[in-house]
């Protein structure tokens, strides 16, 4: 963990809760490092809501920094808070963020020493839990490994899973999965099959979704986190935060802004359209005011001004991160971005203005219809953006269709015309621009857990027990051809969402 022991990392930070009393003792992992899961909302909005049922302690445990060195260490996995092994728990609960994560979520069973496979575990191993933004999407191939699945939100049943588990646990073969699966949005595999229900979606009185921990290990260091909003108003038609399936909702300002008064030295603004916030720039005065530093998960390129930019500047923030989220302006009239040109120049001018380091450029590649002269209007655009700001880089991601969204059937682009472009990219910005681009063959991966079901899942499982590396999985997955796209066609059979997300 960060190279630093446990005892380091809770002395380091702010707001752990450490709860001796609670029957049930509920582990929580973040199937990535330690660094990345003090980074998520989601996970420490979970704990705190697990802890605050009288008769439940939850302790956080997350993927050692160093695999290999903890396999030969041959200690088992344990939790932060007291090192409490995991295997010894009565419920694991796993926040999974999205599709590659599952290699590091069976890492964790196997340091844990529990059976990955849920055919293979027994009523002396702990029952085992799992949400988080990977089941906005799929989670067919994840129905192997786990008993229950929460679709969607979580803290609309959080509370509810915990008093069934305070009453349950420890009580074999007492109806607990019949009980969790007659919850809203709750899906378990062994008695739904591939039959997932629809997405919870929290109200806006759920809003502000406030963190729980601060520390200086964290990626995003030494910041409590808020979510103000949720979902996101506009059409994007690849993406799963899209209105059609989740409008935004937000929570008033005065239920924001005594987020200001925790000791953290910073804020961290999350959300998919959080400059879309009504109160965004009264939040940010106000933490200024309160000599806080700011942090900000994303910017609509469209959404910005000189006032909103210098905000951002004397809140510490340093580097413009905004998302083309396509090479061309033809590609993001496709997508129904609802950006031009003109409005990502004019992000470049505001990060010059107030002197920010860097200007960051999310860009998909590979879409649909998508040529090599989309890549070389991206090539001019961008070298076009390095004269306004210095330092520019782009972050280039292949494009993988996600259900539930209007591009959710289209092909994933080859892997060899994902190389090629990426190249000509590189090759036509001549070290000007910085690339950064997610590697194609891994995306691929992506995209085949993605949309498969539970042969994906199973065929991931074997990938990894292989070696986990690509080869390893293309091997799997030429097993699984048809299971390739097995989680659209079950959407479409059970008639799934259709109405909202997909054509
Ligand atoms: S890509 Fe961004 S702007 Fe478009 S729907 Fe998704 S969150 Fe909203």
Redesign the pocket.
């Known amino acids: 963990m960060s190279g630093l022991t446990r005892k380091q990392l809770l002395d380091a930070e702010g707001g752990t809760l450490l709860k001796r009393s609670g029957g049930v003792r509920v582990a929580l992992l973040y199937p990535n490092p330690y660094s990345v899961a003090m980074s998520s909302l989601g996970y420490q909005v979970v704990y705190r809501m697990f802890n605050d049922h009288p008769e439940i302690s939850a302790e956080r445990a997350v993927l050692p920094d160093d695999v290999e060195a903890h396999r030969r260490a041959r200690t088992p996995l344990v939790t932060l808070e007291t090192g409490f092994p995991v295997g010894g728990a009565d419920v694991i609960a796993i926040s999974l963020a999205y599709e590659p994560d599952i290699a590091n979520l069976f890492t964790m069973f196997e340091l844990a020493r529990i059976p990955v496979l849920r055919s293979e575990r027994g009523p002396q191993h702990p029952l085992v839990l799992l949400g988080g933004p990977i089941t906005m999407s799929n989670v067919l191939p994840l129905a192997p490994f786990v008993d229950a699945v929460v679709v969607g939100d979580g803290e609309p049943v959080v509370r509810r899973i915990a008093d069934l588990l305070a009453t349950h646990v420890g009580r074999a073969g007492d109806g607990l999965l019949d009980a969790l699966a007659a919850l809203p949005g709750l899906y378990v595999p062994s008695l739904h099959g591939s039959r997932v229900p629809d997405m919870l979606v929290s109200p806006a009185s759920d809003l502000p979704a406030i963190g729980q921990i601060w520390t200086p290990h964290a990626e995003l260091s030494n910041m409590m986190l808020v979510e103000a909003s949720r979902g996101?108003p506009?059409?994007?038609t690849f993406?799963v935060?899209?209105a059609a399936a989740q409008p935004m909702r937000e929570a008033p300002l005065e239920s924001v802004l005594p987020v200001l008064d925790s000791p953290a030295p910073r804020i961290g603004l999350v959300g998919?359209?959080i400059s879309e916030y009504t109160h965004i720039r009264a939040v940010l005065r106000a933490a200024i005011a309160a000599g806080k530093g700011v942090g900000i998960s994303s910017l609509?390129a469209d959404r910005l001004d000189e006032e909103f930019v210098s905000l951002l500047h004397q809140g510490g923030y340093r580097t413009m991160t905004v998302?083309s989220?396509a090479p061309s302006q033809a590609m993001r009239g496709r997508l129904k971005?609802g950006l031009r040109g003109r409005h990502l120049l004019e992000a470049a001018r505001l990060a010059a203005l107030v002197k920010m380091v860097q200007l960051k450029m999310y860009v998909i590649i590979g879409l649909p219809g998508e040529t090599d002269a989309d890549i070389d209007e991206l090539i001019d655009f961008s070298l076009e953006m390095q004269r306004i700001v210095p330092r520019v880089a782009i972050g280039a991601s292949p494009f993988v269709p996600k259900l539930h969204t209007p591009l959710g059937d289209a092909a994933f682009t080859d892997i060899e015309v994902h190389e090629r472009r990426i190249a000509r990219l590189r090759n036509g910005l001549h070290g000007k621009v910085e690339i950064r681009s997610v590697s194609p063959k891994w995306a691929w991966v992506e995209y085949r857990l993605s949309q498969g079901g539970e042969e994906t899942g199973l065929a991931a499982y074997a990938a990894w027990k292989a070696g986990g590396r690509f080869a390893d999985y293309k091997r799997a997955f030429r097993e699984t051809t048809r299971d390739e796209r097995r989680a659209l066609d079950d959407a479409r059979v059970h008639a799934l969402w259709a109405p909202a997300g997909m054509k």
């Open positions: 996101c506009r059409y994007c993406c935060m899209r998919a359209a609509r998302a989220d971005k």
